[in-house]
């Protein structure tokens, strides 16, 4: 069985930054791609970033493009979400979660169906 922990949301700002983590139980973390996706109430889920397996490749939302940044400690079997120049429209309970796969592109990297684990979340919210 595999957790996923998250950590580091908080109140912060708007302008401010943050730094999510998501630990990972399983000695398979690097043979899968991982991904965090955020929810705000009344909305839907949507996703914000993913990271391959092996860290080389990464994918971002639209919003999340240049004031974020996933990365992964395989030593650690942590990903990071490095959150930069926060709005109080990324106020959001942030969720990361397992990629079936090592790889993934494009919008497939988006799909949430093809995410089999996810932690139980961390509530970012931005003040404005």
């Known amino acids: 069985q595999v957790q996923l922990v998250e950590s580091g949301g908080g109140l912060v700002q708007a302008g401010g930054s943050l730094r999510l983590s998501c630990a990972a139980s399983g000695r398979t973390f690097g043979s899968h791609a991982m991904g965090w996706f955020r929810q705000a109430p009344g909305k839907e889920r949507e996703f914000v970033a993913a990271?391959?397996?092996?860290?080389?490749?990464?994918y971002y939302a639209d919003s999340a493009k240049g004031r974020f940044a996933i990365s992964r400690d395989s030593a650690k079997n942590t990903v990071y979400l490095q959150m930069s120049s926060l709005k109080p429209e990324d106020t959001a309970s942030y969720y990361c979660?397992?990629?079936?796969?090592?790889?993934?592109?494009?919008?497939?990297?988006?799909?949430?169906?093809?995410?089999?684990?996810w932690g139980q979340g961390t509530q970012v919210t931005v003040s404005s």
């Open positions: 979660a397992r990629r079936r796969g090592v790889y993934c592109s494009g919008y497939g990297c988006a799909d949430g169906s093809m995410y089999d684990y």
């Open positions: 990271i391959s397996g092996g860290g080389g490749t990464s």
